[in-house]
């Protein structure tokens, strides 16, 4: 239901909301005496009246002849008697008049203007704030309208369509403590216009609000009643039926909307959308034709007249509707033709598309952040690099532009030019909510997630109504408390939380807290009409907790068939064969799918894991080959290389594998980690010292690269005291990790603290369940045998220390804890 219910335009709206922010950035804080705009705006050149007092009267006087000035004096009285000089009250009505006419053709700076200078002239009149309101309204800035709304309200309490538009405004976008506001004030306009419809729609609004779908549903009819051809009216009792599941009643308020209004295209439209969103599509296509034969050039019809077309497979005819909107006179609209080209897969159509836009409003932050986007998905990085430096050419301060360069380093993954550009940008645009969410998304790369949900939660501080950011902080929550991550979602506003994202953000919270027939509940009722891939993957994992594993894999098939290049899919299909104890079947499931997609680069590296994981190397290698030839910026499987050559103890090929990826890459840890343990292993000590230095100046916070720093200093350098601040520290941030606490243990022995020695391995090794049964155990129990021998316990020494030599005889521990039994012997 929740499709039908966003189905609907806010078609009672007057038209589509747009307006050029730069026309309004250059009028709307301007007001201009009255002394200034008189002759001025009302178009008059200035007359005798305003050079009158040039004129000097005495000695000086310039010489005007009686002829001249009695039939002068004639025309200034004839004047002032037919109003040349006009009165406040007239000049309020001709600025209301041509701000009318400027706010019909969408020329909001100048309908601002207008209706300033009305203000301007009777600063008592409450009409021209309502003016300014309805506008600030129309162009979406509702902050603005409830100020200006506000002051008309208090101008004249009695003005009945400013105080039901406040009251509606508050209703749809206030927050509930505001509520009893809305209610007063719908009320007292129901008191100075009984039955009105805009007040008996706001206090439905407030009743669906509370959950009082009857109240509401009452209300709504009472309106509908009186004026039968109240569209808002009737689409807000629509939605009200269609949540109780009263499709039929829905639909015959709709037809009766039609009936009433039949040259209304907006009731075509909400009859059309509703149609379409119950997957009706004939009807829907029937209906929003009509709608086109009332007004041909109607957007809003033709955009959703395209989409049932695309729903039915006509893919031309949409193709063809979209692109009669691209060369429209309404600039929102055009962009919808190349975003729909970009969809089909036609990206090169799209981006001379989008080219062309850029052209033509070469201001149009929107135009431009287009184009670049789609050179990236072209893999066209220098091109969109090339105009995003035009645009910094032109203005280095351009906050926007710089926002812009940091998207593209954080696309190359280049982290600290990333993080450099975005800071500049806060200098000239300090409030800027992206900039904030994009430096979370640095922090998250980085593996800071403490950083980046003090980002997060910046972003949303600036802009409440920024649902990305709030789906990233639930997001970044979640692992740590399900509890607050729900807590984040359900701030968000009530419109926002019936999109798809939403919902399924907020069924992972749910099903981390075991919620999980709520979570069952929820998506029996969105998967009848939305079945997104993320909701199908949520729906396979409740069938797979209740081992239905068909069920499940139907959904994931499903899934993979929308969007099959997501490895991530593939990997829980597999996982369902594992699960029921079929890991041949899974391997194999895997391969058919990566057969099919042989240029999916994530795939081919999902095939990789899966057959490393199951001892096919030269299989995986192949199939990491593909994966890097497939996307040569995906270093992910130059990485996996790497790994395979580690595990053959090719150092030289593994060392120049990784080297490559950071030279392309410097912030990537993982490849610097690995090449750490290259250089361990190859015993270069001091250059894995080296890589794991610069591994804590960037994660500072993780415990594996402190861990490998501090084993390193207490193994095989003099700085011991380092050593085991480092070991500390990652004990604190890991306290149950067993390979920190042999780390801590070790610190303290060549610290020469043996008896801290002792009780650190001694608890590791009681908790030995986190260790490899081999040669993990193998090298805390070397490491225990020579605290034991350092503190003079010489039999429980050789214990431990026979133990270890039966498990791993080789390993280089063995020959130290040998030499200190020797010399613990001779004492």
Known sequence: MTDLVDSFPKVWESRPR?????????????????????????????????RAPNLRIGNRMLKIHR????????????????????????????????????RAAHDYGRAILEFKNAAQAVKTDAEPYYQLGMVFLETGETSKAYQMLSKATE??????????????????????????????????????SPNNTDALTTLALLQLRSGNEQDAEAYLQQ???????????SVLLAKVKIASGDLGGAEEVLKQAVQHAPDSPDAWVALGNFYAASKRLPEAIQALNSALKVNPQYPIAQVSLAQAEDSMGEKDKAEDLFHRLSISSDQQYEPLYGEYLFGRGKRDAALKEFVRLQEKHPKDRGARSRVIRAYLALNRTSDAEKVIDGALQQNPRDADALIEKSSLYLFQHNYLQAQDMLNQALRYKPDSDEAHYLLASIDKARGLPLSARQELGEALRINPKFLAARLELASNLLPESPKAALETLDQAQKSQTRQVSFIATRNRCLLALGRDAEVRTILDHMLVSTRTPELL???????????QYDLARKSLNEALEQDPRDP?????????????????????????????????????????????????????????MRAGAADPSLLEAQIALAILDMRERNWDQARKELTDVLKRRPDDTNARFFLASVEDSAGNYDRAIEQYRSLVAAR?????????????????????????????KAKELAPEDPRVGDTLGWAFYQ?????????????????????????????????????????????????????ALRTAPNLPEANLANQVLRESTRR
């Not at 705006?41 to 009246?49: K, Q, T």
């Not at 690269?705 to 700085?719: K, R």
């Not at 040669?775 to 003079?792: K, N, S």
């Open 700 to 728: 500072p916070d993780n415990p594996l690269f402190l861990n490998g720093l501090a084993y390193d200093l207490a193994a095989h350098s003099n700085q011991r005291d380092e050593a085991l601040a480092y070991a500390q």
């Open 568 to 624: 991530h899919i593939l990997d829980l299909l597999a996982q369902t064969f594992v699960a029921q104890g079929q890991p041949a079947k899974a391997l194999d499931a895997v391969q058919q799918f990566a057969a099919r997609y042989p240029q999916a680069a994530r795939i081919q590296q999902l095939l990789g894991a899966w057959l490393q994981r199951n001892g096919k190397l030269q299989e995986a290698r192949a199939a990491f």
């Open 155 to 192: 101008l004249n309490p009695k003005h009945v369509e400013a105080q039901a538009k406040l009251a509606e405004l508050i209703a749809s976008k206030g927050t509930p403590r505001l509520m009893p506001e809305a209610e007063k004030r719908a009320k007292d306009v129901l008191a100075l």
């Open 18 to 50: 747009f307006v050029s922010k730069l026309t309004l950035g250059m009028t709307t804080d301007l007001y201009l005496p009255e002394s200034r705009t008189k002759g001025i705006l009302d178009d008059e050149s200035p007359g005798v009246a305003s």
């Open 751 to 803: 610290k020469g603290i043996y008896s801290s020695a002792v009780s650190q391995l001694e608890s590791v090794i009681s908790a030995s369940h986190g260790l490899a049964p081999g040669e993990d155990l193998a090298r805390v129990q070397y490491h225990l045998a020579m605290a034991y021998l350092r503190t003079g316990n010489v039999n429980r020494g050789r214990e431990v220390l026979n133990g």
């Open 67 to 102: 002829r001249v000035y009695w039939p002068f004096a004639a025309l200034l009285s004839l004047c002032l008697l037919s109003g040349c000089l006009r009165s406040p009250a007239a000049r309020e009505q001709r600025f209301l008049e041509r701000g009318k006419a400027a």
């Open 537 to 547: 993957v949520q729906d396979a994992l409740l069938r797979l907790k209740a081992k």
């Open 223 to 233: 309106a509908l009643d009186h004026f039968p051809k109240s569209l808002s009216s």
